[in-house]
């Protein structure tokens, strides 16, 4: 089992910032993708963004594009997402998770694993 713990989550003003942690432990670690997932009032939960564990690649959804950077620390096994420029759209409990399948995908249902969450509002 692999347990994913996310932090960094808060109440900010639209056009701040927040930075969000994910670390993860438990079995021996090694998926293709982390990647960060977002459930807002009254929407599906969707995809955020992703990045390669064994590479640099990165993904973003368009609605982020340009305003959040997903980065990693293989050593920690932690993934990162900088937000900037915060809208009160991006307001949502925020998740990391983990796709131990090769090839990049979007849909939700393509990944493993559900941290609790961190919430992340976003007031106007």
């Known amino acids: 089992q692999v347990q994913l713990v996310e932090s960094g989550g808060g109440l900010v003003q639209a056009g701040g910032s927040l930075r969000l942690s994910c670390a993860a432990s438990g079995r021996t670690f090694s998926p293709y993708f982390m990647g960060w997932f977002r459930h807002g009032p009254g929407k599906e939960r969707e995809f955020v963004a992703a990045?390669?564990?064994?590479?640099?690649?990165?993904y973003y959804a368009d609605s982020v594009k340009d305003r959040f950077t997903i980065s990693k620390d293989n050593s920690k096994n932690t993934v990162y997402l900088q937000m900037n420029s915060l809208k009160p759209e991006d307001t949502a409990i925020y998740y990391c998770r983990i796709r131990y399948s090769p090839g990049f995908t979007a849909v939700t249902g393509g990944w493993g694993y559900w941290g609790q969450g961190t919430q992340v509002t976003v007031s106007s």
């Open positions: 990045i390669m564990w064994s590479g640099d690649n990165t």
